[in-house]
């Protein structure tokens, strides 16, 4: 399959933090960008974008972060279970928020043997989350997707999760934009007003060949905001005004004197 070709600002999404929730562009940090697909379809796009992880905040206010647009975004909160008195889940979070400070400094090596730490003490959606970023940053993909796979699991509602998942699974050495789709799709619908999810979305049904869909959302995409897909809008309309002047020509050509 051809390379998709996903927006700049939005690859793929990086770990969740609790406090500021911006994305970040993938040229900020090797941590930022994991949540775009910027799924190779001409030049990649990267991002693939990884997006920003989740990083649980200190409890008791949790909040998500995402890493498709151009700022950044971590995991840093505490599960609902946890507490400070909990000694395993204290280590699991210092874990994890060292880990995202290691990945803030590009450090991805050791971000991922902290997240991987965190993990093993305590199995949460937001350190697999973040441990797939690091995966994803490594090229390991196979790993990326089981990380996130089990992160949807534990957190199904995760609309970065599963675009992340469709990033690994465009760029992974065997891609399968059919399971793209499938997860980007989820996304779509845990985050309609999403204007990258939307952009994505489209990038990879274009790649796909589906154009009219691809025109819908690449025009849901430019009107919450992606001047980008304007371009985009203009590529597929010409695409599908030639396919319909290719037919009626087909359909003449076929025709017996």
């Known amino acids: 399959m051809s390379h998709l070709c996903l927006p700049p600002s939005r690859a793929l999404r990086c770990c969740h933090r609790a406090l500021a929730l911006?994305?970040?562009?993938?040229?900020?940090?090797?941590?930022?960008?994991?949540?775009?697909?910027?799924?190779?379809?001409?030049?990649?796009?990267?991002?693939?974008?990884?997006?920003?992880?989740?990083?649980?905040?200190?409890?008791?206010?949790?909040?998500?972060?995402?890493?498709?647009?151009?700022?950044?975004?971590?995991?840093?909160?505490?599960?609902?279970?946890?507490?400070?008195?909990?000694?395993?889940?204290?280590?699991?979070?210092?874990?994890?928020?060292?880990?995202?400070?290691?990945?803030?400094?590009?450090?991805?090596?050791?971000?991922?043997e902290l997240y991987r730490r965190s993990v093993e003490i305590q199995r949460n959606a937001h350190a697999l989350f973040n441990l797939g970023v690091t995966h994803y940053h490594l090229k390991e993909f196979d790993e990326a997707i089981a990380a996130w796979k089990e992160s949807i699991q534990l957190q199904p509602s995760s609309a970065d999760a599963h675009t992340n998942l469709a990033s690994a699974y465009v760029v992974s050495p065997v891609a399968r934009p059919d399971l793209a789709l499938q997860h980007l799709r989820t996304a779509a619908d845990l985050a309609p007003e999403d204007p990258e999810i939307a952009f994505n979305l489209a990038a990879v049904l274009e790649a796909c060949g589906r154009l009219e869909e691809a025109l819908k959302y690449y025009k849901r995409s430019k009107e919450f905001g992606v001047e980008r897909a304007a371009s985009h809008i203009l590529n597929v309309s010409a695409k599908l005004a030639g396919q319909k002047l290719a037919t009626p020509a087909k359909n003449t050509g076929s025709e017996s004197p």
């Open 22 to 112: 911006a994305r970040a562009p993938p040229s900020a940090s090797p941590a930022c960008r994991t949540r775009s697909l910027h799924a190779r379809a001409s030049a990649p796009a990267a991002r693939a974008r990884p997006v920003l992880a989740h990083r649980p905040s200190r409890p008791p206010a949790p909040t998500a972060l995402l890493l498709v647009l151009p700022a950044k975004r971590w995991a840093t909160s505490t599960t609902p279970h946890s507490t400070a008195s909990d000694p395993a889940a204290l280590e699991a979070f210092q874990c994890l928020e060292q880990g995202t400070q290691k990945l803030e400094e590009g450090d991805v090596h050791a971000a991922k």
